[in-house]
């Protein structure tokens, strides 16, 4: 598979869960913008037949290579960042999943129902990577019961693998070309923005900002047929910065990444 054809499957399958995604793409593209993707995110189970051991042969056959490795300890996530080795403006990926085995028993045990549901050789391309849920839909109880410990968790229970958010260059816009004018453009708009930490996560200092819409919400039907609105997928804005070396930055920053997930928290 093509790498253009592998997000624009991606992109099909996260804006039919992220209408604002493309409401927004919309609104730069009026405004005569290039809207070119930074990266895109996924999230999943550590110690599954889609951990990301699992999934990273997949991307390296695309022709991706990984470049950084992330922790995030109160989060209970590990992550690696990967990026495409001869097409330079193929967007970064950012993988993470989570240590379940980190959780209360309680969580580990609802989580194992849902894994244990993945055949062990699920993994066999490119489609897995917007397969959703490969389990079937949870208990209302037990998502309640994950979010308590980890939103991450009881996002990933709901939503599956699929793009979590894509994320625009602010690098390559030209009317909004700086993180504030993008954010104010989004407020103006009636956007919610994620406010952990304030709006703007890193500083030119760190080489990286970041900002993001909260997720849109979709209707889920749980196991016994309860519907609830959940948090689906967000879209993020990043304006990276040169380094003393004169090349751009083109990592991820712990501190910044640890607030950009609680774009699916479901209390805001
Ligand atoms: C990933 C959050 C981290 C970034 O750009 O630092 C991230 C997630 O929410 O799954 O995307
Ligand atoms: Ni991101």
């Not at 592998?6 to 809207?35: C, M």
């Not at 189970?45 to 300890?73: C, M, T, V």
């Not at 580990?108 to 990577?129: R, S, T, W």
């Not at 990043?238 to 607030?259: C, M, T, V, Y």
Request: glycine share 4%; net charge negative.
């Amino acid at each position: 598979m093509q790498v253009d054809q592998f997000f624009a499957a991606l992109w099909d399958s996260y804006t039919s869960v992220t209408p604002q995604a493309q409401r927004i793409q919309a609104l730069f593209k009026q405004h005569g913008e290039n809207v070119i993707n930074d990266h895109i995110a996924f999230r999943t189970f550590a110690n599954s037949p889609i951990a990301l051991e699992k999934l990273e042969p997949i991307l390296i056959d695309l022709g991706y290579q990984a470049y950084g490795a992330f922790r995030f300890e109160s989060k209970h996530l590990k992550a690696r960042c990967y990026k495409h080795q001869s097409q330079a403006d193929a967007p970064k990926i950012f993988l993470s999943e989570l240590l379940s085995d980190e959780l209360p028993a309680d969580c580990q045990a609802i989580i194992n129902k849902l894994v244990e549901q993945i055949p062990d050789d699920v993994v066999q391309g490119p489609e897995i990577f917007w397969s959703k849920c490969l389990w079937q839909p949870i208990a209302e109880q037990d998502y309640l019961t994950l979010a308590q410990h980890s939103e991450y968790a009881a996002w990933l229970s709901t939503m599956g693998l699929q793009a979590n958010h894509f994320t625009v260059s602010i690098n390559h816009l030209t009317q909004t070309p700086s993180i504030q004018e993008v954010n104010q453009l989004l407020l103006d708009e009636g956007y919610t923005l994620n406010q952990t930490g304030g709006l703007i996560k890193g500083s030119p200092e760190l080489y990286l900002e970041q900002s993001s819409t909260m997720a849109d919400k979709i209707e889920f039907t749980f196991a016994e047929g309860e519907t609830r609105v959940i948090p689906s997928c967000f879209y993020e804005f990043a304006l990276r910065h040169k380094q003393p070396n004169g090349e751009l930055f083109d990592s991820f920053i712990e501190g910044n990444a640890d607030k950009i997930f609680d774009s699916t928290n479901s209390a805001a």
